[in-house]
Nanobody
């Protein structure tokens, strides 16, 4: 299975933007059906942020980020990105990318047990 490594996290003021990237190694996205981003704030459960199909253009977003975040992928480079605009303090969390051999991320906004997680990158939005 692939290994996923996130990058691009950091600290930004409210209203600012960040772009997260996730690169796969040891394999390709062709073995997976969907890619996603999740986040976990301190003291809270991990939650769905966005997902995209590996083939085709299907996307899905959590209500809290719709209109502000955009997920994209580059299958040739085996990368998935999350452009985050108009950031809010409540977006502060560790962000994880994920690759799922099912479409659970798109249909159920969750990962199947066979999904693969990255190690996460911290995003902090100051007010």
């Amino acid at each position: 299975q692939v290994q996923l490594v996130e990058s691009g996290g950091g600290t930004v003021q409210a209203g600012g933007s960040l772009r997260l990237s996730c690169a796969a190694s040891g394999g390709t996205f062709s073995s997976y059906a969907s890619l996603g981003w999740f986040r976990q704030a301190p003291g809270k459960a991990r939650e769905f942020v966005a997902a995209i199909s590996v083939s085709g253009g299907n996307t899905r977003y959590a209500d809290s980020v719709t209109g502000r975040f955009t997920i994209s992928r580059d299958n040739a480079k085996n990368t998935v990105s999350l452009q985050m605009n108009s950031l809010k303090p409540e977006d502060t969390a560790v962000y994880y990318c994920a690759a799922d051999p099912t479409t659970f991320t798109l249909t159920l906004m969750t990962m199947s047990p066979r999904g693969v997680w990255g190690q996460g990158t911290q995003v902090t939005v100051s007010s």
